[in-house]
């Protein structure tokens, strides 16, 4: 999980051995799990859905810069190789280039209340920054749950309830994202000086703030549940078509950069 | 008589000078290769359809190509077997060297053809009209004194196919569009695409894509490359 960071490390300090005045000042700042996007939503479906758990695995946090890197001779060149251009994402930020990271595997764990957990320091190179990407994990032996963990093998698992009229209706949702797929475009807005000590917060947003769409749209909970026991379970690959077609949607819509950021503590 | 070095070196730098003031000829093509000319064998598609193409139309415009904007007729059917040379659109003269930044926009795409899985055939006919530039493509032309270089315009139509709009390796899949023939009269069109959802296929962090014929939209705006397999940095025109 080191490779790239220490490689970056040493690249920079053999640049400064060299004398060259192209180096990145940059600054080192903590990322935390922060639970605070976790909310009480209605969708537009007229449920109320309130989390109760919210678990997923992620890796590589990238943070990119607004416009292209500045840099110069030797150090443009090994930026541009240890640190690929960022996808650009109309909408959400309009291209850019990756100038932080904070490399390796992250449980995030956004109950609320559950206070800020630090997963670690990032590296950032001075710059405005617009965004943040990352990488859909599944759960694996090492990342710290039990061994009958119903995250292992999994992405995410939320659990929570959906409410409409008088009925209620609690729900498990486990998700399985496509090997390696990468989240590209979270809102991330800071301008990263020398004098930066920001914490920064990464957040899971039941709602999307720009657009008011939750991550539960579209799911009809109540019909969903056939046998009307009040329990749903979304299960990565339902084979009945309606849950079928509710966890497409539902993995759609969690994989998207409407529904993560990250938050800036000052 | 020996000629003195002092006197040779400066007479070799004269020549190499005329010869980058020299000009050759840009060919520009564009190709479909085995996968339009001949179709998409059933091995190649995870759920085992083969797909062929009828018709494989491509509106092609704005060429430019060592700083030099190339005419080029306003479409060009990629069906017609090209023994691998693609076909040409349009050539250029211009400074012998060379060149990169190339671009060029795709208009429009017109497709037909029937994929086929045992005893079931889906007829399809499609107008993509999802007009997208293609910049800064990763290529370098080589334009030689008095010669001729080509740049190729390569259509990938197996992306129309694809399962996943971000993904490294997407897989090609044709059992999802086959399914959205919900009136089951044997073709798939832009009304029924309109209305099926894209199931488990991946438009990506963005999303905003649900159905099928918004899908296929994406997707032919990802079919342009040049020379093969080099990519270039798009963006929509519409």
Known sequence: MYGRSTALAISVALLSACGRPEEAPRVELPVVVDASGVTTVTTDLGYTVELVEARMVIRDLVFSVAGEVHATGLWSTIADFL??????????????????ELRGRFLLDFVPGNGDVELGTATLLVGAYESVNFVFERAEDGDGLDADDPLLGHTALLRGHA???????????????????????APFSLEVTEASRQRLGIRF????????????DGIDFGALDADGDGELTLDPAPTEPSLRDAMNRFRRTFQTHDHFDVRVFE | ?????????PALLALAAC??????????TAYGESFIEEGIPAEEVVDGWAVTFSRFEVAVRDVVVAGARVSVP???ELTTPSSGEGHELGTVLVPAGEYREAGF????????????????????????????HYAECDTTTVVPDGGTATFQITVHADHL???????????????TLADADTDEDGEITEAELAVTDIGAYDPGSEGGIDTLWEWLVAQSRTLGHVDGEGHCRTSAED
Request: aromatic share 10%.
């Open chain 2, 161 to 175: 196919f694809y399962d996943s709009l971000v993904a490294e390796e997407p897989e090609l899949r044709f059992q």
């Open chain 2, 74 to 76: 306003d479409a060009i």
């Open chain 1, 205 to 216: 947003l039941t709602e999307d703030p720009f657009e008011g769409d939750t991550v539960f």
């Open chain 2, 105 to 132: 926009t795709v208009a429009r795409v017109e497709v037909e053809g029937m994929a086929e899985k045992g005893d079931e055939a889906k007829a399809f006919s499609w107008v993509l009209d999802a007009p997208t």
């Open chain 1, 83 to 100: 640190l690929p251009t960022a996808v650009a994402h109309p909408g959400h930020f309009q291209g850019g280039e990756v100038t932080g």
């Open chain 1, 163 to 185: 409410s409409k009229d008088e009925n209620s209706i609690a729900f498990t949702a486990v998700i399985d994202s496509p090997e390696g797929r990468e989240l590209t475009g």
């Open chain 2, 1 to 9: 008589m020996r000629v003195p070095f002092r006197f040779v070196m």
């Open chain 2, 19 to 28: 010869g980058s003031d020299g000009k050759g000829t840009v060919r520009v």
